[in-house]
């Protein structure tokens, strides 16, 4: 049997296998990314050319894109965007390689506008509606039985074409295009106002229950948090009052927060505020004799007296209500809320060579405290800012400045007691101040471990601050001089120069 045929098959079958497997070998990626500006360009049109083959990608909104199977070799890449000027460079294809990177330029305002398709109006949107279409001007007779154009839409119209601002509708370089609205384009020139709008809701309806440390489950603290924000801009305009007004900045933003908290504490037990003390133990949980301290002897039993004064103020501690584990025997959810409201007000102006600007702002809070005992203290601040500044330009050579700030801030607290009850006064505690805005108990700590009794102190504060500020520049080529002079509450002059 001749060999020399089945050899002959055995190679050429060897070949093909090693054609298949090299050019499936010599297939390597190419990836790259596009920018501007630094920035990723998303929606730029990739091409790579090689020979008889093309492959064609598109940016994503990172920038990148990838070829995953091109051949190693030279290729032919084109980047084309709209409105850029386009990339054609030769690059070549190799295992391993880094991901290349790209940066368009922007195309000059010439080229675009030269690139861009104009807008025509047909003839019937030119005539006059209240006139019959056949009396318009060059309008030929309608022919019988001759199909009808409908005119076409404004958006068709613009849909291929770089349109500018006060055109038929802003398309930009989109090829979607949108009527005319506010906030867009405006019929009559009027100038464009914008704002916004936003809310934010949060709760603790999702949130996990805490953990107890006495294995008494404690109640989940619930809050609810709510900001809004409103706030618009543009010129302000009054038709033959103020034709060309200042420009305006005003937002207004107010929150309104409530939240509960688990407060802990240790209280004394119903035996303690009967004067029974026979359960008193000390760390090591002996028992604590207690002695009387104008006989040096021991009371009976450790049962002691309860005077008038600390019967009264014994009735503002809770009872327990839950056995004493890891040092505190009570708990409870207290409410405690926030409301906030800001106003800030901007206008500025220029005038000539002259730049005029100015600001005011408002707060107004109110806050709600409530401690372990129920005392519900309140804390109203009210301030005020404002700042006006004044520039002008001399002709390229100096400039002139000046500027005044005012503030003011008032903060009122208010006891839960004040004007309401004289704890004080009524259990026969002499000492402290018995004015009604310093009613309430005194303030009473113990090194035993029991919380202390305390309430918030009355206050009412107000501050208030006043500057003025003048400044000169003169420049001198390279160099500059400031000479200026700042009022806070009294005058200083200063003198900087600057080579």
Known sequence: ??????????????????????????????????????????????????????????????????????????????????????????????????????????????????????????????????????????????????????????????????????????????????????????????????????????????????YSLSGIEATKPAFNDFTGIAAIQGPIRILHVLPRGPNFFLSYQWMRNSSSTINTGLVPTEDERNGNLSGLTNAVGQTVTIYDPETGTPYPGNQVPVSTQAAVLLNLYPLPNIRNIANYNYQAATLGSTHQDELQLRLDKSLGHNNLWGRFGSQDGRAQDVNLFGFVDRTNTLGIDSEIHWSRWMRGRASLSASYTFSRMRTEVTPNFEERENVSGEAGIGGNNQDPINWGPPTLNFSSGFTGLSDANSAFNRNRTDAFSASAVLYRRKHSITAGSHAWPRSSATIRWDP
Request: hydrophobic share 40%; glycine share 8%; with cysteine.
């Open 1 to 210: 049997m001749d060999e020399r045929p089945m050899r002959r098959s055995n190679r050429l079958a060897w070949a093909l296998v090693w054609v298949v497997f090299s050019g499936s070998a010599m297939a390597s990626p190419y990836r790259g990314v596009v920018t501007f500006g630094g920035l990723p360009l998303p929606g730029a049109t990739i091409t790579a050319t090689h020979e008889m083959k093309t492959y064609t990608a598109v940016s994503d909104q990172a920038g990148a894109f990838a070829f995953d199977d091109l051949a190693d070799g030279k290729w032919s890449l084109d980047i084309v965007m709209q409105c850029f000027t386009p990339i054609h460079i030769e690059v070549a294809v190799a295992p391993n390689m880094s991901a290349a990177s790209w940066e368009l330029k922007l195309l000059p305002a010439e080229q675009i506008a030269a690139g861009s398709q104009p807008v025509t109006l047909m003839p019937e949107a030119l005539a006059d509606p209240t006139e019959p279409k056949a009396k318009a001007a060059g309008a030929k007779p309608a022919q019988a039985n001759a199909p009808q154009e409908s005119p076409p839409d404004q958006n068709d119209q613009s849909a291929g074409g770089f349109l500018m601002q006060g055109s038929v509708n802003n398309a930009a370089t989109s090829v979607y295009s949108t009527s005319p609205a506010f906030g867009n384009t405006r019929s009559g020139g009027r100038a464009p106002y914008t704002g916004g709008f936003t809310v934010l809701l949060d709760n603790a309806a999702l949130d996990a229950q805490p």
